[in-house]
């Protein structure tokens, strides 16, 4: 039936067309807006920190790591072993910022930027230190996010290989292949699967 047909009669008898209708839909208070994200945040938290308990996925980010180079104190420019080193840091409440040269804010275990750990820590999980759980953490979101990490639970890390090596330079992209940013150094896959199955990873 169209608009034009639906009338109603007023108690004088005069008859009034019905023009349309118009839905409205609540708006969310800022209170309700505030539960919703902090529980998404909650769970999204509890989901990586299930994960971080597999083996595999564990032994997978201690061999990005090895790869990298870094460590949990780590901003850029730093190196193993140096005493002394200017660019380590020993404030992890927040992130540490801008390393050597002021280049780029990459820092700790796994290389992560300012804007990642605002995305994968602050937004995702609602966490606002930089903690060695929270850099692992960070992580295990981001594998997520790439969609890799159900390869990884599963032991196919070749698998993983291209879309891992896309957010870290020193991965290559799989059996055979270079790393996705060259001059960079990087690990050969069989060098990446060594180190893998030394901290007690399996393959499919």
Known sequence: MSNAAQTITTPTGKKLA???THKTTPKESAEAKAVRIKTAQNERLEKNR???TNKNVKAFLQAISAAEGGGYDFKYGAIKGKKNDPWRFTDFSTHPGPGFGGSTTASGMYQITKDTWQDHAVKAMG???FKPETQDLIAVDMLDSMGVLGNIKDGDVAGA????ARRWAALPQGPGLANRYPPQPYVKYEQFIESYKGFGGDLK
Do not use: N, Y
């Open 127 to 129: 966490l606002t230190d």
């Open 161 to 164: 290989m291209p879309k891992a």
């Open 18 to 20: 019905l023009k349309g």
């Open 50 to 52: 299930s994960s971080l």
